[in-house]
């Protein structure tokens, strides 16, 4: 099947769902044709895991490409995180945009969900705090979505805050996750989980009600505060929440925030939720689109009740 495009010529490659793909990548990659791609998302299906290393696959197919600015991927588990991103650092001088979501069979509710770990293991933990190991230490980029726990996301991207063309931070998680487990980002009463490390606090409440957004936990607004604050990332315009997949099917769950530039005090909380005024902003999102929306952990056709 493979011998079939003609790559010289291919741009963008999107694969959705489909079984099969890291048979095809491989065979695209045996061909050792030249691929000027500029844009590849590829969409894993926990319910056609053939067990394949999709990472060893991704990170050997992101070595035959020239060019690439936007990298979009979501794996299927066990997946090593780690060997993606430092295949991708061959592409520092042209990457823009990057996303990276994981996605596995829960043993508790046998339903797919999120896995905000990104299969890291101890060993991986520490390489996460020493830039000098970290690959995004090697990245400039303008958006990035990832999702990942609290704990594991600073230190992640972190060393993007010496850099100063990030605008757009995306904190994925999947819409039909919130209808059976606990958000590690905002608070879902009819779950009845809480965490003393994630749990709301009535200031956050008061602010989720003011600005009528989803109730953030302390770990959101911990994190909110470090990306907007004087050691985050200068460049940053929105930092969004949320599954933007399908023109806002899980648009009640979703959140956009930005720099609260007129504050009295650095302690004051320095973000605060878009308004329609922002029209700027709301025209950079509309030109970015691509990537809040990369990467549907949902099938088109499957309805959602949140």
Known sequence: MAS?????????????????????????????????????????????????????????????IEGLEDLYICTSSPSDALVIWRTMVRH????KKFVHHQRSVSFETEYPNDLPDLSFVPDNLP?????????????????????????YLKPII???????????????????????????????????????ELSNDENNAEFSRINGCPEITRAFHKFAQWAFGARGFPSLQVLAYGDFSYNGRYKKSNALFCRDVGLPTPSERNYRRLTKADKPLW?????????????????????ASL
């Not at 520092?92 to 990457?95: G, N, P």
């Not at 025209?283 to 309805?303: G, K, N, R, S």
């Open 4 to 64: 079939a495009f003609n790559f010289n010529s291919l741009r963008s490659l999107k694969l959705r769902f489909c079984p099969g793909w890291e048979m095809f990548l491989k065979q695209v990659a045996s061909l050792s044709q030249p691929i000027q791609l500029k844009s590849l998302e590829i969409q894993s299906n926990t319910q056609y895991n053939d067990e394949d290393d999709e990472a060893a696959t991704i990170s050997e197919f992101l070595d035959t």
């Open 283 to 303: 025209d950079m999102l509309h030109q970015h689109t691509d990537i809040l929306q990369a990467c549907p952990t949902d099938l088109l056709l499957e309805e």
């Open 127 to 151: 390489l996460l705090n020493d830039r000098s190991q970290n690959p995004f230490s090697s990245l400039d980029l303008e958006c990035l979505g990832m999702c990942c726990r609290p704990k």
């Open 158 to 196: 972190s060393p993007l805050t010496s850099k100063t063309r990030l605008k757009i931070l995306h904190i994925r998680e999947s819409g039909s996750d919130l209808k059976h487990l606990r958000s590690r980002w905002i608070e879902r009463p009819k779950n009845g989980i809480h965490d003393s």
């Open 92 to 95: 520092k001088s042209t990457l």
